[in-house]
């Protein structure tokens, strides 16, 4: 199963596209704002409303066998610690490896922030080749969890 941080998820046409292709469930967690989908693989499951509600509803699912799909750190960790498949938007995995490692850069980054109110700008915009690695590293890990 696929399970999406699907809030500001900028991939999810891809993730149903390789979803349908596999014949794999997709479940897109969402506090609102999506429409369900016309393809029955795909269900949006909408939890309440906070901050963290879809994060928790995700960990509390993913197990080995899941790919979860979120540019959310610490759900990330949990996933990960959880034996699921973790894949950012832009197409990079977060492994038993280096998952501390994007938490701790995450936390710095905000702490960055936080000392410098004035300082502008966020990450860089989302590329087409974003998206293609995107789709590779999907289709790489759907087909790792079908072996």
Same mark, same amino acid.
């Given at each position: 199963? #696929?399970? =999406?941080? %699907? $809030?500001?998820?900028?991939?999810?046409?891809?993730? @149903?596209?390789? +979803?349908?292709?596999? /014949?794999?469930?997709?479940?897109?967690?969402?506090?609102?704002?999506?429409?369900?989908?016309?393809?029955?693989?795909?269900?949006?499951?909408?939890?309440?409303?906070?901050?963290d509600?879809?994060?928790?509803?995700?960990a509390?699912?993913?197990?080995?066998?899941d #790919?979860? =799909?979120? %540019? $959310?750190?610490?759900?990330?960790?949990?996933?990960? @610690?959880?034996? +699921?498949?973790?894949? /950012?938007?832009?197409?990079?995995?977060?492994t038993?490896?280096?998952?501390?490692?994007?938490?701790?850069?995450?936390?710095?980054?905000?702490?960055?922030r936080?000392?410098?109110?004035?300082?502008?700008?966020?990450?860089?915009?989302?590329?087409?080749?974003?998206?293609?690695?995107?789709l590779d590293a999907?289709?790489?890990?759907?087909?790792?969890?079908?072996?």
């Amino acid at each position: 199963m #696929i399970l =999406v941080d %699907a $809030d500001a998820c900028p991939v999810r046409g891809e993730i @149903e596209k390789v +979803a349908t292709r596999h /014949r794999l469930p997709v479940k897109m967690v969402t506090n609102g704002g999506l429409r369900p989908s016309a393809n029955p693989l795909i269900e949006v499951v909408y939890v309440a409303e906070g901050p963290d509600e879809a994060d928790r509803w995700i960990a509390e699912a993913a197990g080995p066998g899941d #790919i979860v =799909v979120t %540019a $959310d750190m610490p759900l990330a960790a949990k996933c990960v @610690e959880a034996g +699921a498949a973790v894949l /950012r938007p832009d197409g990079s995995e977060l492994t038993q490896a280096n998952v501390r490692e994007a938490l701790a850069m995450r936390d710095l980054a905000a702490d960055l922030r936080a000392a410098d109110p004035f300082r502008q700008g966020g990450g860089r915009p989302f590329s087409r080749a974003d998206r293609a690695r995107f789709l590779d590293a999907l289709e790489r890990a759907v087909r790792r969890g079908r072996k």
